[in-house]
């Protein structure tokens, strides 16, 4: 991702990857990073898109 998106944009964009077990694997790849990076777990309540989000907001990749 190397211009800032919008919450909403990114938002569809992580959704749309639940669709394909492809999507899936990325999510499953991104989250992993970001726990890495940071060594916080994503809450059991949270969803993978979720924790995405707000890992990237933080980073400031998101605007908005």
Do not use: C, N, W
């Not at 990114?10 to 669709?19: F, I, S, T, V």
């Not at 899936?24 to 993978?48: D, I, K, M, N």
Request: hydrophobic share 30%; net charge positive; glycine share 6%.
């Amino acid at each position: 991702m190397s211009t800032k998106k919008t919450l909403q944009q990114r938002e569809k964009e992580l959704q749309d990857l639940l669709a394909t077990p492809a999507g899936r694997e990325e999510l499953r790849v991104l989250e992993s990073q970001y726990h890495e990076g940071s060594e916080r777990f994503r809450p059991a309540t949270s969803s993978v898109i979720t924790y995405i989000l707000v890992h990237e907001r933080q980073k400031g990749m998101i605007v908005g």
